[in-house]
């Protein structure tokens, strides 16, 4: 019996690898989503701001773009916010979709809380009540 012609194996082992570097048949990548990261809480003048994952459980219809103000001493609930609007394309699996906060720091003026998305997009919001601004 005689070996496959060269370029035959070498069409072989590229296909094994593509698909052991996970692409699928139909050409396109199968693109796991990563954990999104942990934001750490930040405490400012008596509040703690969070960015929870979910939204859900506050009545919101998505999840992630999400801060919630609550007091620093008993961690009542004063406030939530949608920072920004994630918009779904229904064929498209939800989860994979979501833009989640990755970060929460206070702005130099100590009125603002800067936050950043896993897309790298940059919003400021007043401390004294919520508003949102897009950076530039």
């Known amino acids: ?3 496959p012609p ?15 570097a996970g692409a699928q048949a139909d ?4 693109k796991k989503r990563r954990e999104p990261v942990d934001v750490a809480p930040l405490i400012a003048a008596g509040m703690r701001y969070e960015a929870p994952r979910l939204g859900t459980p506050f009545g919101y219809a998505q999840d992630g773009g999400i801060v ?9 609930l004063v406030w939530t916010r949608r920072v920004y609007p ?3 394309d229904p064929s498209m699996e939800g989860d994979k979709q979501d833009v989640f906060i990755k970060s929460l720091t206070l702005a130099t003026d100590g009125k603002h809380l800067v936050i950043v998305n896993e897309r790298g997009q940059r919003f400021e919001m007043r401390l004294d009540g919520g508003d949102v ?3 530039r």
Do not use: K, N, P, W
């Open 1 to 3: 019996m005689t070996a």
């Open 27 to 30: 050409g396109g990548i199968d």
């Open 86 to 88: 994630v918009a779904h």
């Open 133 to 135: 601004s897009v950076m």
């Open 68 to 76: 919630v103000a609550r007091r620093a001493d008993t961690g009542a």
């Open 6 to 20: 060269l370029t035959s194996r070498l069409v072989a082992g590229a296909l094994a690898l593509a698909f052991a």
